[in-house]
Nanobody, 123 residues
């Protein structure tokens, strides 16, 4: 019922910038919170940032001041969430996953994950 398409990521030098996007399309129901998580090799998946349906962002301490989450709800059936990453550090290297909270017309809640996109910060 929800299809996610992630894009962005890649290799960047320390101090550089990257932008990620995730388009969530639905045939019915609605998208609520959207967010980004990341998982580095050998580590657990961790929260990076989330944004409510009304556009209120929330950040992990490691992301504050450097990463910015935003979303575009202009299209009724497609919600897109973005992650602008500045002043990147080697410790930001990870696979980044889009996360979406979905409610069906009967208000059944479900959670969806993107396929992941790799971000590598290295000189």
């Amino acid at each position: 019922q929800v299809q996610l398409v992630e894009s962005g990521g890649g290799l960047v030098q320390p101090g550089g910038s990257l932008s990620l996007s995730c388009a969530a399309s639905v045939s019915s129901g609605s998208i609520d919170d959207m967010g980004w998580y990341r998982q580095a090799p050998g580590k657990q998946r961790e929260l990076v940032a989330t944004i409510t349906g009304g556009g209120k962002p929330s950040y992990a301490d490691s992301a504050k001041g450097r990463l910015t989450i935003s979303r575009d709800n202009d299209k009724y059936t497609v919600n897109t969430v973005y992650l602008q990453m500045n002043s990147l550090r080697p410790e930001d290297t990870a696979a980044y996953y889009c996360n979406v909270i979905y409610y069906s017309r009967s208000w059944s809640r479900d959670e969806y994950w993107g396929q992941g996109t790799q971000v590598t910060v290295s000189s």
